[in-house]
């Protein structure tokens, strides 16, 4: 749940190097949106699953962001929209492929 999620994005920050808690508090924000939508997203269609996955990871990304802001690391700004759009089209493929086994008789 959430509380894993935070304790997951402390490690991430612990050994990454970043400022402590940033990823926690991504993480956990992006677990309790997760939580909350899940079952509502499921009944869409899969573009629409993929652009509210997107939108969740838009979020964390916003929220690492922010907090990149108050402590500036001095990385490329540019690099860093990548992430969410890349997560969104990796997790688009997997269910893709996920669905395909599951339908493929053995």
Excluded: C, N
Excluded at 52 to 64: E, F, Y
């Amino acid at each position: 749940g959430v509380i894993s999620a935070w304790l997951i994005g402390i490690l991430t920050d612990a050994v990454t190097g970043h400022l402590l808690g940033q990823y926690g508090l991504a993480y956990a924000v992006m677990a309790y949106l997760l939580m909350r939508w899940s079952k509502p997203i499921s009944f869409h269609p899969l573009p629409q699953q993929t652009l509210s996955l997107a939108g969740v990871l838009l979020v964390g990304h916003l929220l690492v962001l922010w907090t990149e802001r108050i402590v500036p690391d001095g990385r490329e700004m540019a690099w860093t929209w990548l992430s969410p759009l890349s997560g969104a089209i990796l997790w688009l493929i997997l269910t893709l492929l996920i669905r395909g086994q599951r339908t493929d008789p053995a």
